[in-house]
């Protein structure tokens, strides 16, 4: 097609967007804005970069490594990233050089290994529409062969013991429901096992012989259900996790035994903290491994052999990670490990080398395995940081601030990450430092201490205390903290920000006529939330992929997520809660924004589409309010490309910066 016919027609069809948001707020704009595209990338009103932000390239050119599976040869599946977008590679041995097996502009989402044979099979979308597809890739051919249809969702692949069969969620059938099909990997076609009746079903684990699959129906963060599932026949058997078949509880993980006689599961089971649990298939009992622990067992694996499994537990938002010796009943000590948040845990077929991913606030994401036998942890790959000294890097600090409730007649404490700038960071002639309250998305979600080169750049580069709140709804904190945000209660979060910038307020080094506010997806609304209420108080905002109205976002988003969305948000088809929704948007309170706003959209997004981050660009331009639009119509739910994604953080540090002033 031609380049020009290509740009008028994107530039036709984003201005049209634009406009029709604009008529659907009543308003009109208060200036034109000056469109233009660059390659995917669509900018309105998006002014050129500042000279000064080109220091960020060399920030941005180190990449990271996450440990996807073991091979049969003793080899590693790992995704990096050497072009624009993540690829799996092999690696034959610690420090080993990285063989590329996936080649495309779009990046691989994840990779899973025959437990026999010399098989993988990986998940890749389109310009992040989500509808992922499953490829297969055999090392002796080197072959890859698309497994499903072309155009629906499929994820969540698991791998019978014999290697011959898959089980993997799609929505193929209606695009709505989300139900379980098996294959066999040599096969032309896929059977529909579980047929969704409303549920959300996907396949968790094969049991040893391979006659059944563990399944769960996730309605919400709070419930979910675990299932058994004969593959031959299609017969269903519900699992009664607690002594009351009424308590809903939410569960994190759960795996087969190595006899296949149990399931070991993570779930609160009504009680604040998911434990790790064994729920005995004979009897109907259950046991506790780690009663009284007060934090959230997240994930967990078993060898094959059933000697060792391994779990890892959210304490605080750090992770700890504990190998435990069935057979005699004692954790395994562990030795050479950092510490980080651990990824993508999984064993050997040996049963005896774990491998992991581990990250800090300070080093990116790295391969390791850990030789249970030997007592031995070795790291595969060494991550790149360009041209930075990674001694420059700052960790992140756990605060608790006061907000505007109490428990036990003491404030409610709101844990937050505080990244502050270290002695060679800029100074400015105030002596204060400016900030930027960074809200997480979910909002069954929660802020840890990841690395994130773009955040070492803000601290260090442009001098700026980012502080990443875990306000009320938050995972991790227990079960009640997490619905402190449900339903009606939606706006109580936005005051816990408020809470924030009056800790900020008293902190001696903080610039309190300097606050900018950012957040992605639900974070993207609760930025826009926050310049609402606490506008005076705010030199800007950021939204990414934000929520600006409940319930067109609830009539727009994909239809296999939307009840999903209503369990968190509410029924919009309630008229009650219809009207609290709307009032609650932002875009019904536009006109209280007054401050620079920056929006970035992926026009793809199946999640939070593109009409929710136009129309409020409409609206708040129709103040006369300075608004930034950056949008690209390769990406979806966040900018998953090198060249866009190094565009995006470009743009918000130049919008920084603008606000920053010195």
């Not at 709101?414 to 997480?440: E, F, M, S």
């Amino acid at each position: 097609m031609n380049d020009r016919l290509t740009v008028r027609r994107v530039r036709t069809q984003f201005s049209a967007l634009l406009c029709g948001a604009v008529l659907a707020c009543g308003g009109t704009l208060a200036a034109a804005a000056t469109i233009e595209t660059r390659g995917a990338l669509v900018l309105d009103g998006v002014p050129a970069h500042s000279a000064s932000v080109e220091t960020l390239d060399r920030w941005l050119v180190g990449r990271s490594a996450t440990f996807q599976d073991f091979m049969g040869d003793g080899s590693v599946l790992v995704t990096t990233r050497f072009a624009d977008a993540e690829q799996v590679h092999r690696i034959s041995m610690p420090r080993g050089a990285r063989e590329q097996l996936t080649f495309d502009n779009d990046p691989v989402a994840g990779a899973s290994a025959a437990p026999v044979g010399t098989h993988f099979v990986f998940a890749r979308d389109r310009g992040g529409n989500e509808n992922a597809q499953l490829y297969s890739y055999d090392f002796e051919s080197r072959h890859t062969r698309m497994l499903t249809d072309g155009r629906s969702r499929h994820g969540n692949v698991v791998w019978s013991p014999d290697g011959n069969y898959i089980a993997f969620q799609s929505n193929a059938r209606d695009g709505t429901h989300q139900d379980i099909y098996v294959r066999q990997l040599q096969a032309d076609s896929s059977r529909l096992l579980v047929a969704s009746q409303g549920q959300t079903w996907s396949p968790l684990d094969w049991s040893p012989d391979g006659r059944q699959l563990l399944i769960q129906n996730y309605v919400s963060i709070g419930e979910a259900w675990l299932a058994i599932v004969d593959v031959a026949s299609g017969a269903i058997r519900p699992l009664q996790l607690t002594t009351d078949a009424k308590i809903r509880t939410g569960i994190g993980s759960a795996k087969f035994s190595a006899d296949g006689r149990g399931i070991w599961f993570s779930a609160d089971a009504g009680g604040e903290f998911r434990e790790l649990r064994f729920l005995d298939l004979d009897t109907g009992r259950t046991r506790s491994l780690t009663a009284g622990v007060p934090w959230d067992v997240d994930d967990i694996t078993v060898g094959a052999d059933g000697h060792y499994l391994a779990y890892v537990t959210n304490v605080d938002g750090y992770d700890r990670l504990t190998v435990y010796d069935l057979g005699a009943a004692r954790a395994v000590p562990l030795a050479g490990l950092p510490d980080g948040l651990v990824t993508n845990l999984r064993f050997d077929r040996s049963g005896t080398k774990l491998g992991l991913s581990i990250e800090s606030s300070r080093v990116p994401r790295d391969v390791w395995t850990y030789d249970i036998a030997q007592h031995e942890a070795t790291r595969w790959t060494f991550s790149e940081t360009g041209t930075i000294d990674p001694t420059s890097f700052v960790a992140a600090q756990v605060v608790r601030y006061p907000t505007w409730d109490r428990v036990d007649r003491q404030p409610r404490l709101v844990p937050a990450l505080v990244y502050r700038p270290g002695p060679n960071a800029p100074r400015t002639a105030r002596g204060k430092q400016p900030v930027l309250i960074d809200i997480h998305g979910g909002p069954e979600g929660q802020s840890r201490p990841g690395y994130s080169a773009f955040t070492q750049y803000l601290v260090n580069e442009m001098g700026y205390v980012v502080i990443q709140p875990n306000v009320r709804g938050s995972t991790g904190y227990g079960r009640a903290y997490s619905n402190l945000d449900n339903g009606m209660l939606r706006e109580d979060a936005v005051r816990d920000i408020g809470s924030l910038l009056v800790w900020i307020a008293a902190q001696p080094g903080f610039d309190v006529d300097r606050v900018v506010v950012t957040g992605g997806s639900y974070g993207g609304y609760m930025s826009l939330a926050t310049m609402v209420n606490y506008g005076d108080r705010l030199r800007g905002g950021i939204d990414v992929v934000g929520i600006s109205n409940f319930v067109t976002f609830l009539n727009n988003t994909s239809s296999y997520r939307r009840d999903l969305r209503r369990a968190e948000y509410g029924d919009e088809r309630d008229p009650k809660m219809n009207a609290f929704l709307q009032r609650i948007s932002p875009l019904a309170r536009a006109r209280a924004i007054r401050k620079p706003l920056l929006v970035v959209q992926g026009l793809n997004d199946p999640r939070v589409p593109a009409n929710e981050s136009a129309q409020m660009v409409a609206a708040v331009r129709a103040n006369g309010t300075e608004v930034w639009y950056l949008a690209a119509k390769d990406e979806g739910h966040g900018f998953r490309k090198k060249g866009n994604r190094d565009f995006y953080l470009k743009t918000v540090a130049t919008f920084l910066e603008r606000l920053r002033g010195d």
